[in-house]
């Protein structure tokens, strides 16, 4: 909320990326005051392919559609076109229908479940991890901050990750490596890429287990 106070300060509009935050934490956009906000449908348990953007009506009004089609247009002549209210003027042509449901559905669950037990398991699972981790011999975490939620981010001495993710995949542990669309960060740490696990409020600290001993399966292949 401080960033978005300084960057306001400056006339400058804020969109936030909340994908990683709607699926572990209550997100209040008029709180947070910023006038953009995305977050993915397959992040918070609903369908791939599908998402949410959310944006101050003021500044919706002001933007011309970038896509034009069906339903998107109020009425068109040769000599003007008149684009349909919000939030139609940004969806034009067939919708993704069955997304829509799946993500509608997605949000009930999420409203439905208790989201502050659900983030007590969550770090839980977390503090397990990151204890459990911090053991395994030229495991080097990236990311440590206080306030972060439930992902890990590591690399392993000599195994590159994408080798990491491979001899996991044939346990049956799903993580995911590579540069996680932020290389500017892999080369402020002087990696070329991570793997990272991240837990939910359905993950348990059995399963950490599994990726712990995994992770030492891996060290034992490539020593």
């Known amino acids: 909320k401080e960033m978005i106070r300084i960057a306001h300060g400056h006339g400058v509009p804020v969109m936030l990326d909340g994908a990683q935050a709607v699926p572990h934490m209550p997100v209040d956009v008029q709180d947070l005051e910023c006038d953009f906000y995305a977050f993915s449908g397959h992040k918070m348990f609903g369908p791939t392919g599908i998402g949410i953007l959310y944006g101050k009506r003021a500044l919706l009004e002001a933007m011309p559609p970038y896509q034009g089609g069906g339903d998107m247009i109020k009425s068109v002549t040769f000599e003007k076109t008149i684009y349909n209210d919000l939030p139609h003027k940004f969806e034009a042509g067939t919708p993704n229908i069955s997304g829509g449901v799946g993500l509608g559905a997605a949000v009930d669950y999420l409203g439905r479940i208790d989201r502050e037990g659900a983030m007590a398991h969550e770090r839980e699972v ?88 995994g992770i030492h399966r891996a060290v034992k292949v490539f020593s």
Not at 157 to 179: K, V
Not at 189 to 212: C, H, K, M, Q
């Open 126 to 213: 977390l503090r397990y991890a990151t204890s459990a981790l911090a053991g395994v011999s030229g495991l080097r975490m990236i990311g440590t901050a206080r306030m972060k939620t439930g992902v890990v981010s590591f690399v392993l001495n000599g195994i590159h990750p994408h080798d990491i993710g491979t001899i996991l995949d044939d346990d049956g542990i799903a993580i995911r490596t590579g540069h996680h669309c932020a290389q500017p960060v892999m080369q402020r740490f002087g990696i070329p890429a991570t793997a990272r696990a991240s837990f939910a409020l359905y993950n348990t600290v059995e399963e950490v287990d599994s990726l712990v001993a």
